[in-house]
């Protein structure tokens, strides 16, 4: 169905150089994030310390997008981007400097992996924003889609670019690497116009900010979308931490085992965008994301049950597919509802749910299963995902009963 809005995007010259662009910029900080991980376990070699630079770059990432969705509602998107982008490839080169000159530090890099928290914070806000901006109002949920293709591609080859590279260019040449990767992003943004927005009247920030929130909260379908995404980024999403520990336990298998399961998961969570068909009656959209979540819980239970590689790289292929067909709906929903002046802050608070509560599910995840084990965690998250979505469709029935 959606073929045809993906392909007039791809032809569309403004759209397509903001696609490469981030999809180059995207595969990069993906191989940074890699590259730092390494950086730091071999300074440290804790495990503590290696824990510190999500936690780093989540708190700084959350905080910022409160900030973004005000900023996006002030002033021109595509500069917020630009600026974003200079930032970040600054932090990279001075992240290569430091590697070069045999003085980094591990407070260094955890410094550099905030500052890239803060760039993430903001441009994944502003980016979410910036999509009508950039296309026709109906051609959002195939941007949308497009967005997470670019993301999990990056997911798959950021680390793969990461793996291959270190050992000819070195730490400091993979950073150098990802600062070159904005480049293509800066002058795509430089050289695409944007469609003409609303103006908007500024305001003092914390009132802006109260504005957009009492807006999300009386609005009973983006309500419903932000609260739906929290549930399932708290008990769902984090599952992914538990991958290593099913690998070697349940599969009895090694590091390629694990990369088999993230590949598997990428490439249904690939496929699943391209099936993105959001619908503007809210009865449709509710049963839709129902029926998703559902198999999302099925597919999380064979997971957890699962002894065999095939049968867990089939499992992982549908988590991805059901993942990544469920949150461009919501995020296209949202987009829908919103008028244009409170676009920033409306979708910051969606942000705000991935950035924030996906870290707090996963270390209760890994909590839990030091005492029950993954598998019995994985299958609690999927019989919990399964019911929320059970419960989404029962209410979707009763509130809104099918029309002749």
């Known amino acids: 169905m959606q073929a045809p809005s993906h392909l007039r995007l791809l032809r569309n010259p403004n759209y397509r150089a903001y696609f490469i662009g981030l999809s180059i910029t995207s595969a990069g900080t993906w191989m940074q994030t ?41 002033m021109q998107r595509r500069r917020i981007l630009i600026a974003v982008q200079v930032v970040a490839l600054l932090q990279a080169v001075a992240l290569a400097t430091l590697v070069m000159s045999g003085r980094v530090q591990v407070w260094h890099v955890l410094i550099m992996a905030a500052v890239l928290g803060m760039c993430s914070g903001i441009d994944i806000t502003t980016r979410h924003a910036f999509a009508v901006d950039l296309v026709e109002k109906e051609d959002l949920p195939a941007a949308i889609a497009l967005n997470a293709v670019v993301q999990n591609g990056a997911r798959i080859a950021g680390p793969v670019g990461a793996a291959m590279l270190i050992g000819p260019l070195g730490e400091a040449g993979c950073f150098f690497l990802n600062a070159a990767t904005f480049i293509p992003q800066i002058i795509a943004l430089t050289w695409i116009t944007p469609r003409p927005s609303q103006s908007r009247q500024a305001g003092h920030p914390l009132q802006e900010l109260s504005e957009g929130l009492r807006y999300a909260l ?40 694990l990369g088999w399961l993230g590949a598997a998961m990428g490439l249904g969570a690939v496929c699943g965008t ?46 991805g597919f059901c993942m990544m067909s469920i949150f461009p709906i919501m995020n296209s929903t949202i987009q829908f509802a919103v008028p244009d002046a409170m676009r920033g802050r409306v979708l910051s608070l969606y942000t705000m749910t991935f950035i924030g509560l996906v870290p707090v599910g996963a270390l209760a995840m890994g909590a839990l299963s030091d005492r029950f084990g993954a598998p019995a965690v994985v299958a609690c998250a999927g019989a919990l995902t399964l019911c929320l979505g059970a419960g989404l469709a029962a209410c979707a029935q009763k509130v809104w009963p099918k029309t002749r």
């Open 34 to 74: 890699v590259v730092q991980a390494w950086l730091v376990y071999r300074l440290s070699k804790s495990a503590f310390w290696l824990g510190m630079i999500p936690v780093c770059q989540n708190a700084t990432a959350i905080v910022m997008t409160v900030v973004a969705g005000v900023l996006c509602d002030r």
């Open 218 to 257: 009386g609005h009973s379908q983006i309500r419903k979308m932000i609260a739906l995404c929290g549930l399932l980024c708290l008990f769902a999403s984090p599952y992914s931490t538990l991958l290593p520990v099913i690998a070697k336990r349940a599969l009895d298998g090694d590091a390629r085992t």
């Open 274 to 319: 391209f099936l993105v068909s959001p619908r503007k009656n809210e009865r449709a959209i509710d049963l839709q994301l129902a029926a998703r979540a559902v198999f999302w819980g099925v597919f999380l239970a064979a997971l957890a049950l699962s002894k065999t590689l095939w049968l867990s790289l089939s499992a992982q292929f549908g988590i």
